[in-house]
């Protein structure tokens, strides 16, 4: 059966539809702040392969790690014969194929007369499977054992019938076991919707005609990318930058380097010049290095580029194991995402070589993870998890955005009202961070600040945090945007916290302040012109010098 151009754009319109009415799902049913507000979940339809064919508009180190866990689980743990209609795998583990265990990860397969057609497939960022803090981010952890529970592959639901015992073991190891359920059974619903939407179009236009279609979709994102890179240099390009430590080896920098080979229409991308791993949780696996690397180079694709797993078949990846983008097992992982944003910092420098028109400034590249985790006085105990933002580095054509969610991130804010009304927390200030942008003909992005008030009579604190030692970099001459700060003030008196804490205790009355970097400046300061200057004074927005 051969299909048309317009057959292939309607089908391929009604996966992206179908991805994105699952992911309407989740964020009308979830319970918990950290999916239905901050919005960390991702939905997505995949082949009978395991190739990602459509998403839905979410978070890049999610939807470019999918396929790799999919694949990973197909061929290793659940083979393609052992799947029956009904069923629901589940998993969190990064040693088989996840990135932390925060993110559980649920696939369905869909199945017409009898023939498995495509899979959907969820994940969300639970906020809480246990370990060694609230929310699971502990930033002391020194092996995987230490930041939760690990979900193997599991089937949660076998032909329709759900397997309560591993609905037990989960509940049992979780702190807030009601929030976690009511967001598993978002993503069990959101399954649902997307099985009910492929089955759809079998029914309308036959099997083999969905997978035909999946076939040409990978086929058309595979060809947009090699033109992308096509229109790239041919050359070696380069670029590091650094995390400021692990955590645990104070002050010892972690570097991530990256060495970028454009030939003709295809891209090599070896990380072997990174650090090896650490003994604190900034460590990776490759489904997160890969997620960084190709969100990179897709990011420099026309903007009418299809999103799938096509887009990955230009590029390949060079990370041997025992490196802090490569793990090994056991090495703990709560806060991949470290590496994976600056080794994003790093690629975008890369690229900047070859393609400079196209590439910004360094955008803030952290997520400044905060966890409290309050005590009433009847022992009551309550979790919230936010991961707060900064700013997006200058572009050669425009200023950054301020407090903008860039790179591996898509993240909303968890509103004050919401908060305040669901712990003994105050927000007391949220606000931008005056001059936290860099300098230069284009100025980057500012960062946050955010003050919480500790109303409770205990409470404990986890912070899990980075670029406070190195700052977002400049490019073309621009300045460097300002470092992280993070305080604490107990009865009017402020001292400092570690960016990498754990469980510190906090009382009524205590006030924790974050200020989160800007982005940094492209091009010389001195090349500003005087109207933005001006506007920058007016606005506060005064850059960093």
């Not at 572009?395 to 004050?416: E, L, Q, R, T, Y």
């Not at 754990?502 to 005087?530: K, Y």
Request: glycine residues 10%; hydrophobic residues 45%; aromatic residues 6%.
């Amino acid at each position: 059966m051969t299909l048309g151009p317009i057959e292939i754009e309607v089908i391929r319109n009604a996966l992206t539809a179908a991805a994105a009415e699952m992911d309407v799902t989740i964020w009308r049913t979830s319970r918990s702040t950290i999916v239905r507000e901050l919005l960390d979940y991702s939905t997505a339809v995949f082949d009978a392969d395991g190739d990602n064919l459509a998403q839905s508009a979410r978070i890049p180190s999610h939807l470019n790690s999918m396929t790799h866990a999919l694949r990973t689980l197909l061929a290793e743990y659940v083979r393609p014969d052992a799947w029956e209609e009904g069923d629901v795998v589940i998993f969190n583990d990064p040693y088989c194929g996840g990135q932390h265990l925060p993110d559980i990860l649920a696939f369905r397969p869909v199945f017409h007369e009898g023939r498995r057609i495509a899979f959907v497939g969820t994940l969300c960022h639970h906020i809480d499977v246990g370990g060694l803090a609230a929310g699971s981010y502990a930033a002391k952890a020194l092996e995987i054992f230490q930041e939760g529970l690990r979900i193997p592959p599991v089937k949660l639901i076998a032909r329709g019938v759900r397997n309560e015992a591993v609905f037990a073991m989960i509940r049992q190891n979780v702190r807030k076991p009601d929030l976690l359920m009511g967001d598993l059974a978002s993503q069990l619903a959101s399954l649902e919707v997307g099985a009910a939407a492929i089955a759809r179009l079998a029914r309308r236009f036959g099997a083999e005609a969905v997978i035909e279609a999946g076939q040409r979709i990978l086929a058309m994102s595979e060809a947009g990318m090699r033109a992308a890179i096509a229109r790239m240099p041919d050359g070696t390009y380069e670029f590091e930058d650094f995390l400021d430590d692990d955590g645990i080896e104070l002050g010892k920098p972690i570097r991530l380097h990256v060495k970028l080979t454009i030939a003709g229409e295809e891209a090599v991308v070896d990380v072997s010049g990174c650090s090896p791993q650490v003994a604190g949780p900034v460590n990776a696996t490759l489904a997160s290095t890969n997620a960084a690397v190709m969100f990179a180079l897709m990011c420099c694709a026309d903007p009418s580029l299809h999103m799938s797993a096509g887009c990955y078949r230009p590029i390949r990846v060079i990370a041997p194991e025992g490196l802090v983008v490569n793990a090994r097992h056991p090495a703990p992982v709560a806060h991949r995402i470290a590496a994976t944003h600056r080794l994003l910092n790093a690629m975008m420098g890369a690229l900047h070589q070859a393609v400079p028109a196209m590439i910004p400034a360094a955008y803030y590249g952290n997520s400044y993870v905060t966890t409290f985790q309050t005590v009433a006085e009847s022992g009551a105990r309550e979790v919230l998890v936010e991961i707060e933002i900064g700013g997006s580095g200058a572009h050669p054509a425009k200023d950054g955005v301020n407090a903008f969610a860039s790179g591996m991130h898509n993240n909303a804010n968890i509103p004050v009202e919401m908060i305040e009304a669901q712990l003994p927390l105050t927000v007391l200030r949220y606000a931008l961070r005056n001059g936290s942008g860099g300098a230069g003909e284009r100025r980057g992005g500012l960062g946050l600040v955010r003050e919480w008030r500790v109303d409770s009579p205990r409470c404990f604190f986890t912070a899990n945090m980075d670029r406070f030692d190195h700052a977002p970099y400049g490019l073309a001459g621009g300045g460097p945007a300002a470092k992280g700060v993070l305080a604490l003030t107990r009865d009017g008196r402020e001292t400092p916290i570690p960016p990498k804490t754990d469980n510190l205790p906090l009382q009524r009355g205590d006030i924790v302040r974050l200020e989160t970097s800007g982005g940094g400046g492209f091009g010389s300061p001195a090349a500003r012109s005087a109207d933005a200057q001006e506007q920058d004074r007016l606005r506060g927005y005064v850059p960093m010098r």
